[in-house]
Each structure stands twice: as structure tokens, then as C-alpha cells.
């Protein structure tokens, strides 16, 4: 009986790790056919000051999608940078007049020069967002 027990009890615990590893298997490639923009070949690093912040509110999303306007010696340019609960869940927030550091990719949206930010340094403080390829690191945590 007790056997019997402890069987059905790794059992249960190795469906569930089965599952949940599942979930987040399939939310990477949701997010790899989702047509992204990320390009790995057109990374490049930005510094400048923000010159405004815009939260973005979405009807599928919880919560907001935040960039920022960057304001460098060259140009101004929009920073994709992501879900506001992961930016705060990092203990970061950016307002008018931060100076900060931008990596990532330099796209075309709607004919605009836009980053997507990889990772962004402030304060000596560094908010990695995706990996290299482009992967937001927040795939598969749920939204909050």
C-alpha cells in the first residue's frame, strides 16, 4: 500500500513537471512564429536621455507595454522595452531626463526606426530583457 503511494505520487509530480515544461515549450513557439522583428544582426548600443515614456494598454494583455523615447547626439528614437509588470517585477522604472545605455535591435516599424531593447543600463544598474536571439525573458511566466 505504501508503495502504491509513493508511485502515484512521482507519478503526479512528473505529469506535472511534463505539463508545465509543455506550457512554456509552447509559448517560445508561439512567440517564435509570431512573426517577430527582433534582428541579431542589427544590434547596437545607444546612450541618450529619455526624452518621454509611453505605457501602452492592451485589450489581450494585463497591464501595459512600456517604452521611451531616446534622445541621443544623432537622433531620437523609439525603445521597445516590454511588459510593465517585468520592468517592475526588476525593481526598475524610467522617467524624463534618465540617462541610460540601450542594446538591441535596430527595426522598422511602420516605416519608424524602432530598438528592441535587449537590455538597458541606468544608474549602473543593468534590466536585461531578451537573450541574444531576441527571446523576451519573460516567455513563460504568465502575465500578473
Known amino acids: 500500500m505504501r508503495f502504491l503511494k509513493i508511485t502515484l505520487a512521482a507519478l503526479s509530480v512528473a505529469a506535472l513537471f ?13 512567440f517564435k512564429k509570431s512573426g517577430k522583428l527582433f534582428d541579431a544582426k542589427t544590434i547596437e548600443t545607444v ?3 529619455i526624452s518621454s515614456v509611453k505605457k501602452s494598454y492592451n485589450e489581450k494583455s494585463r497591464g501595459y507595454i512600456l517604452g521611451f523615447k531616446l534622445k541621443s547626439d544623432d537622433e531620437t528614437i523609439y525603445v521597445h ?10 525593481e526598475f522604472t524610467f ?18 526606426q524602432v530598438i528592441i531593447a535587449t537590455e ?3 544608474d549602473g544598474k ?6 541574444g536571439e531576441g527571446t523576451p525573458l519573460w516567455i513563460g511566466w504568465g502575465e500578473k
Open 126 to 131: 543593468t534590466l536585461i530583457l531578451r537573450n
Open 18 to 30: 511534463i505539463i508545465v515544461s509543455t506550457i512554456k515549450a509552447q509559448d517560445i513557439e508561439k
Open 120 to 122: 538597458i543600463v541606468k
Open 95 to 112: 522617467v524624463k531626463g534618465d540617462k541610460v545605455e540601450v542594446t538591441g535591435s535596430r527595426v522598422t516599424v511602420k516605416d519608424k
Open 47 to 49: 546612450k541618450g536621455e
Open 81 to 90: 522595452v516590454g511588459p510593465g509588470w517585468y520592468v517592475e517585477e526588476k
